[in-house]
């Protein structure tokens, strides 16, 4: 299922409760949440109290992406904060296997982030435990960069692995998505878009979530 994911990385801080009413009524499925650390990226963003604060506004899934280093450390206290999946990166981890089926053992669901630099068979062993690969289009740290379009082919060629095995990870999409590319990233195979400045960065981010969902639905229509 198609759905839109806004990162309230761009979102105003000062307004977040409203901000997330706002897309939620724009038809976001999921409330993407980008919890950084100044050491894995060059970036500090939010952490557990801000997790603990969009769950008491909104129903929706929160979408927990970890760019921090050492995950193993923050997993359990992002899950009680009130995390429905949480996604770390394949690069901050030394035993990914151990540490997906940890965030499934705390009722979450788990996901796996790949950086641009690093390639899909990184993820091939653990592609049956997790629920999800976000494939990053950007380099993480900071919204509002322009998108990779080499993350396209490799959308494709994940998708390709995860059918061939019959497998049932979903596909996100994370980084410069517009109403531009974001077709191109469904027909590729991605499921689940996620977007800040796209959304949060116009005057309207209800009506610019509406916009985004129309268009990313639009290859399942025609
Ligand atoms: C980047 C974050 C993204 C970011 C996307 O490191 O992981 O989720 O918010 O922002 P846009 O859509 O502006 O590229
Ligand atoms: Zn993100």
């Known amino acids: 299922m198609i759905e839109i994911a806004p990162s309230i990385l761009s979102?105003?801080?000062?307004?977040?409760?409203?901000?997330?009413?706002?897309?939620?009524?724009?038809?976001?499925?999921?409330?993407?949440?980008?919890?950084?650390?100044?050491?894995?990226?060059?970036?500090i963003t939010m952490g557990p109290l801000v997790i603990e604060a969009v769950r008491?506004?909104?129903?929706?899934?929160?979408?927990?992406?970890?760019?921090?280093?050492?995950?193993?450390?923050?997993?359990?206290?992002?899950?009680r904060a009130g995390a429905t999946m949480i996604s770390v990166h394949s690069e901050a981890v030394r035993?990914?296997?151990?540490?997906?089926?940890?965030?499934?053992e705390l009722g979450c669901r788990p996901g796996v982030a790949l950086n641009p630099g690093t390639p899909v068979v990184a993820v091939e062993e653990v592609l049956s435990i997790v629920d999800y690969v976000l494939v990053m289009s950007v380099n993480p740290g900071f919204g509002g960069q322009?998108?990779?379009s080499a993350?396209?082919?490799?959308i494709s060629r994940l998708r390709g692995m995860?059918?061939?095995?019959?497998?049932?990870?979903?596909?996100?999409?994370?980084?410069?998505?517009?109403?531009?590319?974001?077709?191109?990233?469904?027909?590729?195979?991605?499921?689940?878009l996620v977007a800040g400045s796209s959304v949060f960065?116009?005057?309207?981010?209800?009506?610019?979530?509406?916009?985004?969902?129309?268009?990313?639905?639009?290859p399942l229509t025609v």
């Open 56 to 79: 008491r506004v909104t129903s929706l899934p929160l979408d927990c992406h970890l760019m921090i280093a050492d995950p193993d450390r923050y997993i359990g206290e992002i899950a």
């Open 201 to 218: 960065g116009k005057e309207d981010p209800e009506e610019a979530t509406r916009q985004l969902r129309l268009k990313a639905l639009e």
């Open 162 to 192: 995860i059918d061939s095995r019959g497998l049932k990870a979903h596909i996100e999409v994370d980084g410069g998505i517009v109403l531009q590319n974001v077709c191109e990233a469904v027909r590729r195979g991605a499921e689940w």
């Open 151 to 154: 993350a396209l082919d490799k």
């Open 95 to 104: 035993h990914i296997h151990r540490t997906l089926t940890a965030i499934r």
């Open 11 to 43: 979102a105003d801080f000062a307004e977040l409760g409203a901000q997330v009413k706002a897309v939620e009524r724009g038809g976001a499925g999921l409330i993407h949440i980008d919890v950084m650390d100044g050491h894995f990226v060059p970036n």
């Open 146 to 148: 322009s998108f990779i």
